[in-house]
T-cell receptor
């Protein structure tokens, strides 16, 4: 049983470009959350998708957007990249209840030059 | 504002000794509390959680955590540390209000267990 898979593992972009990150949840999970982990910090909640809709959003600008597909996989899109967007982007899946543990992927390391 | 504090950037302990990694939180109501561990170049792995009931929660790899409501703390403990426990540990809170589904993480504590 595959866990949470993310692609790509590493990505290098320049300022102003756009990026798309992908995530496949653990089998049986229908909820996907995205987190940004800057160097030396804890993960910060970006948003959560459930039933193909954004269910909750953290304190991130509209440049950050997402999508969930009927097979529960998800994409994170970031437009007009800033240097400050350089971070590890983590995808987590669950069955959706707030008291359930999250299963995390290994992340996508994004570097913006 | 809702927040989680991990006051120690790093905890050093000798193998075989007990360890404690501290966590305090500031959240309204009765939150769900979690500990996750992160190994190099890996995502986070769940260790344990507190939902309700017994204040002492047991989790994976021999770890346990004690919930203290009056001190708003949820410290992670292990009676006998292993070198393989060396990793980055995160405390997290899920507020039980406003239909919140997000986790609020602390800044992390690096645990170094020396042989």
């Amino acid at each position: 049983d595959a866990g949470v898979t993310q692609s790509p593992t590493h990505l290098i972009k320049t300022r102003g470009q756009q990026v798309t990150l992908r995530c496949s949840p653990k089998s049986g999970h229908d909820t996907v959350s995205w987190y940004q982990q800057a160097l030396g910090q804890g993960p910060q909640f970006i948003f959560q998708y459930y039933e193909e809709e954004e269910r909750q959003r953290g304190n991130f600008p509209d440049r950050f957007s997402g999508h969930q597909f009927p097979n529960y996989s998800s994409e994170l899109n970031v437009n007009a990249l800033w240097l400050g967007d350089s971070a590890l982007y983590l995808c987590a899946s669950s069955s959706g209840h707030p008291n359930e543990k999250l299963f995390f992927g290994s992340g996508t390391q994004l570097s913006v030059l | 504002a809702q927040s989680v504090a991990q006051p120690e950037d790093q905890v050093n302990v000798a193998e075989g000794n007990p360890l404690t990694v501290k966590c305090t939180y500031s959240v309204s109501g009765n939150p769900y509390l979690f500990w996750y561990v992160q190994y190099p170049n890996r995502g986070l792995q769940f260790l344990l959680k507190y939902i309700t009931g017994d204040n002492l929660v047991k989790g994976s790899y021999g770890f346990e955590a004690e919930f203290n409501k009056s001190q708003t703390s949820f410290h992670l403990k292990k009676p006998s540390a292993l070198v393989s426990d060396s990793a980055l540990y995160f405390c997290a809170v899920s507020p039980q209000m406003d239909s919140s589904y997000k986790l609020i993480f602390g800044s992390g504590t690096r645990l170094l267990v020396r042989p």
